[in-house]
């Protein structure tokens, strides 16, 4: 019995390290007592450790990751940021972030002169977290200086609120605004002047991850107007999950419990933890084909509960014949997005490389398996 409640609190803490900013002490889990003040002795309806608390009167609690920072120019690299509004009753919104075009080259503005186009969705477990966090302003700065892409990151809405597909929608909608403003007559000036929409790239990191899969599904079955094509796919450690264990997976039953509690929580039951939008590894040969031969790049963490279906999605890629190519970054000794909690770290400089390397169309970064331990 320890064991198995041992086994689930780590897969619990996995998830978790996403959430935490990289400058925050570690934080305690609230106590009862904790939450019978925060919660002015309401009723717990739902308890969703360490993020946030839901009460039978519909309040919700969060915990973590309610933190956010102003658009800015961001002294040590150089990009702008700035936010727009898409859909003010919905709060749905965006973050831009501009490099300093005077120090790219010609070659990393392409034949257009324009830059690559990054939509990023970021992580949470689609409960918590924000495009303005400190922890994402920080990631999108290095990302668009380091890659010299024009990168939009959006603020989806978060459940319980909005239960999935609410943030799956809010990602669509998010991508046909930025496609349409990314025409040379389109009213945004950084997307018009600078995007181009055949370089797109969806990436996201862990419930972000899943979203940008789910979204570039939808761009196979709908397709994208103004001439735009996903180039490519970079899921960060994606949160993917499903009742049909995988090689190498955990199969303790607490922890499987957990995970179908936990989706059924954020999704309001609308889907089963077999449905392909949570386990793309179930979905039929075929269905890959949505794809349209984009290139994917998915990171694991070796200590991360979740990396094995990370390896399962990049293995059903290469099994169906049908998607595009598609590569492994993995590193040793670290657990979930820890790229996040330790982002000047030496191991988060190195994926941070590859990812730069695959979205810049680097062959050598394109290899069947990447691994951070090698030179």
């Known amino acids: 019995m320890a064991a198995s409640v041992s086994s689930a609190l780590l897969l619990l803490l996995n998830i978790a390290g996403a959430l935490l900013s990289p400058r925050a002490p570690p934080t305690l889990a609230p106590t009862p007592a904790t939450l019978a003040v925060a919660g002015d002795a309401e009723d717990v309806d739902f308890l969703f450790l360490p993020f946030l608390v839901l009460y039978k009167s519909g309040r919700v ?3 973590m990751g309610t933190d956010t920072v102003p658009a800015s120019t961001d002294p040590a690299t150089g990009v702008a940021s700035r936010d727009v509004v898409i859909d003010a009753d919905a ?20 034949r257009s002169g324009k830059l690559p186009l990054v939509v990023y969705y970021h992580g949470g477990a689609f409960v918590t977290e924000s495009a303005f966090s400190p922890t994402y302003q920080r990631y999108l700065n290095a990302l668009a200086s380091k890659a010299g892409v024009l990168a939009v990151s959006v603020e989806y809405r978060l459940a319980p609120e909005h239960p999935l597909p609410r943030a799956y929608d809010d ?35 862990s419930a972000g991850g899943n979203i940008a899969h789910n979204t570039a599904m939808r761009a196979g079955r709908e397709g994208l107007h103004g001439g735009a ?33 936990t989706w059924g929580f954020v999704c309001a039951g609308r889907y089963g933890v077999d449905d392909p939008v ?49 590569a492994l970054y993995e590193t040793p000794g670290e657990r979930h997005v820890y790229f996040l909690l330790e982002p000047d770290g030496e191991k ?13 169309g680097d062959q050598r970064t394109t290899a069947s398996r990447m691994d951070a331990s090698t030179g």
């Open 91 to 110: 709060g749905l919104a965006v973050r831009l972030y501009m490099p300093n075009v005077a120090n790219l080259t010609a070659g990393e503005r392409g």
């Open 229 to 261: 094509t996903v180039r490519g796919m970079v899921l960060l450690d994606p949160y993917f999950w499903g009742k049909r264990p995988v090689p190498s997976e955990t199969r303790d039953p607490a922890a499987r419990r957990w995970q179908e509690r």
């Open 278 to 326: 949570i386990d793309p590894v179930a979905m039929p040969r075929e269905e890959w084909w949505r794809l349209r031969r984009a290139r994917v790049l998915v990171t694991v963490a070796a200590l991360d509960a979740l990396s094995a279906r990370g390896r399962a999605y990049v293995e059903a890629i290469r099994a169906s014949g049908c998607a595009g190519e598609a």
């Open 61 to 63: 609690v969060r915990f």
């Open 348 to 360: 988060a400089a190195k994926e941070m490389e590859a990812v730069v390397a695959f979205i810049n």
């Open 171 to 205: 990602a669509w909608a998010a991508l046909r605004w930025v496609l349409e403003n990314a025409r040379s007559s389109g009213p945004e000036p950084w997307l018009s002047r600078h995007a181009d929409v055949t370089r797109l790239f969806l990436v996201g990191d």
